[in-house]
């Protein structure tokens, strides 16, 4: 099993930034990659990115350039930087890993508001 906890949501105003943090643990060695999702009220759950071992990253084509996912692979966290934060933008991030053992994080609240 892998268990995920994700951290970083907050209320922020049109144009602000945010970092969220997910840290896993448990069974690290079987994750390939590790992302977010996020579902805005009303609406399905949507890919917003991911990183692999490897370093590649995916984005959702929508997000590319305001949004930014790193690592730090001791910490086996990722990290989602956003900026130039929207309206739309709102809803619960959630924490994702690819692999043998797909798990989800509980989700992180980010309202974009002013």
């Known amino acids: 099993q892998v268990q995920l906890v994700e951290s970083g949501g907050d209320l922020v105003q049109p144009g602000g930034s945010l970092r969220l943090s997910c840290a896993a643990s448990?069974?690290?060695?079987?994750?390939?990659?590790m992302g977010w999702y996020r579902q805005a009220p009303g609406k399905q759950r949507e890919f917003v990115a991911n990183?692999?071992?490897?370093?590649?990253?995916n984005y959702a084509e929508s997000l590319k350039g305001r949004f930014t996912i790193s690592r730090e692979t001791a910490k086996n966290t990722v990290y989602l930087q956003m900026n130039s934060l929207k309206p739309e933008d709102t809803g619960v991030y959630y924490c994702?890993?690819?692999?043998?053992?797909?798990?989800w994080g509980q989700g992180t609240q980010v309202t974009v508001s002013s």
């Open positions: 994702h890993t690819w692999g043998r053992l797909g798990s």
């Open positions: 990183i692999a071992k490897d370093g590649s990253t």
């Open positions: 448990g069974s690290v060695s079987s994750i390939n990659a």
